[in-house]
């Protein structure tokens, strides 16, 4: 079991040449006369290899020396050069490199399964790193290595050469180790799989939510508060004020149809456009209506999402106040000029021009009822999504009127962009005509005709007349693309790209931006509102100041200042008033005597005077109700003892007044009053809406008007309350009447009331 590396070749050489090179060893040119060979027959295995070294070396000098000279013995670079080759001595072919290093020829032997010497490998070196690997058996494991069980031994012993690398038997000295580190790896990979798995669960549960994100509950749908429709029935009620309108009373004036509810998502203002059909979504659907959700681009308008569990489907759109693009072309609206409506063409392109660059490839219903308005004058398309769905809802007849030709034939073609072309190119004409759709309203035929006449195609097509009004300078340009977009020949409609960049390309003289041309429309607006306002603010001033007038006579001017101010006027209660109550004796027969007219002009007249003595006294005049007349001093503004005074000379200078005052058509009739006053405590306060009064309520009230119905013609009379008060300013003319029975009051001491005393005259009595 051995194998050798034969570094030897076959040699050319016999025993006879071994004997010469011994016989001839002491001669020329090694002279050795000690060598003593007599007992050699052979040489030594390396005696031919200096040989052929000799041998070498002379071959060199042959091929040098002619060039060189003796500088080749000197200078062994030129050997170097010439040492290159194949040469031939005693050990056969010798081969030489550069810098004459000769290359290896070696034999790999070994003994074969007889024990004989064989050949098995031979490594041919044509340089110190390249050789020639030449097999000389097929089979190794079975020839070269037959000794070793037929098998190719390792490059290294499994325990290593000095046998003190053996590996460790682990499950025999480590079991415990191998057990703990089994155990831990089983409870990693339990643990990996639970965490793969929860990874899996939450991607899956992630995948769902985004499918089913759109779908928004109906409860987090705020209805808007009810408008207010009438005027609030407590006192503040009298306060002038315009509310600010917030993101939360948007839509406190809109009302729900049967297409559309409007309602707050999360304090936004949405439009619920409601189906008629049942929605149930199948996956592609979900994956279109989560697709939906995400899109933001200024001329779409944003869709929330659907609501599935009201009583109908709702599909939840941003809310754009202004309305659709079909309701605002028909209002009487001075902004609508040339650049208006092409920056309305403007957004429309560009929000179909995005749509049809999505996934949906196209609108389907595009009408001008779906473009809306947003409160920036943006157009925004709107009603794009679940077109499947909507397509098995029944389409109304006037929304076919801007249906491409080529869909109404085809029952089964719902859609296309050419399709969206041709609705484009309707609306396109609505915008610069400022009409309906073919103009239907002033049109001899019925909607139902212009759909059939557009249907049927032929020669003479049905198509809107373009009229534009005198007022608007539009570039024609837009109303060749508006022609080319309803072509009855699909493949001669422009695309919405082609359309996009035709209209780049025209320069539009004005404003950068639609809101900056708005704004110097407005400014304009302004300049010319201004004067207006001004005069107009006169107008109110004055009207604010009659207004003024009127409710502080009839209410007092502490009452109507209150409410003036917004604030509520509570009921409240007076310790001490003197309530004054008049009356004219036989009203009922005088009115017999007199016309209506004269009536009416006899009282205004007479209490004009009335009022004229009010004024000077500091007396409030409650009511007046035919030929009664009621008063009361000391509210609400309390003075003391003061209104008993007031009210005193309230009555003494009424009596002077029916003294004088003459009747035109009645000559020598006298009117004569009956007059009653008592004094106490009584609450007042505001009652009514509509026509609010500062009424007084109370006993003292009630007894002073049993005071007025019990007493006499041209007699002031007067309760033991006021006659105490009056009697304690010694001014006044008082006398006992003596006790009298009042109904509901029994048996009461009254007094009358005849005068001033002394030369004291109060101003206002001269008239």
Known sequence: KMFSIDLTRRQTTSLVDDKDVLENIKKWPFYCSDCDVSNLTTLSRYAWYLNDAIYFWASLLNKTLPLYGDEAFTNYSLLRKHCPGKYYGKTGEMTYGVNCIRTAYLHLRGLDD???????????????????????VDDLANTMFANWGNKIPLNVPICGYKGNSCPIDIFKDHLMEVIIVGVVIIVFLIFLAILIICILLKINRKKNEELTQWIIPYVKLEKPLPSETEINKSLNSFVSSVPSQTSNNILTTKQETGKFMFVYLDGEAIAGEKHSLIFEPSKEQKIELSKLILWEHENINKFYGMSLDAKLPLSLWKYCKRGS???????????????????????????????????????????????????????????????????CQKMKTKDKLWTAPEILRNDNLTGSKEGDIYSFAIICSEILTKKFPFDYNNRKESVEEIIYLVKRGGHNLLRPDIEIPPNIEINMTYVTIIKDSWSEVIEKRPTIKQIKNIIETLKESGAKNLMDHVFSILEDYASTLRLEIEERSKELKEEQKKSDLLLERMLPQA??????????????????????????????????????????????DLYSLFDGVIENLNVYKVETIGDGYLCVSGLPIRNGTKHVEDIANLALNFMDICEKFTLPHLPGYKILLRIGCNTGSCVAGVVGLSMPRYCVFGDTVNTASRMESNGKPSRIHISQSTYNLLNETHKYNLECRGEIIIKGKGVMTTYWLNGIIGDWRYPGNSH
């Open 559 to 604: 009452v109507a200042r209150k409410l003036k101010l917004g604030k509520i006027v509570e009921p409240e209660n007076f310790d001490s008033v003197t309530i004054f109550f008049a009356d004219i004796v036989k009203f009922t027969d005088l009115s017999l005597k007199c016309s209506p007219i004269q009536i009416i002009t006899l009282v205004n």
């Open 325 to 391: 693009l079909f309701d605002i072309l028909q209002s009487d609206n001075s902004i609508f000029d040339a650049f208006f409506l092409v920056s309305l063409i403007k957004d429309l392109v560009e929000g179909l021009h995005f749509i049809h660059n999505s996934f949906l490839h196209y609108h389907g219903r595009l009408t001008s009822k779906n473009c809306l308005i947003s409160d920036r004058w943006q157009l925004k398309i709107s009603d794009f999504n679940l077109f499947s769905y909507r397509s």
């Open 114 to 136: 007889s024990e004989s010497s064989s050949v098995y490998i031979i490594y041919n070196f044509s340089s110190i790193t390249d050789y020639k690997k030449q097999m000389e």
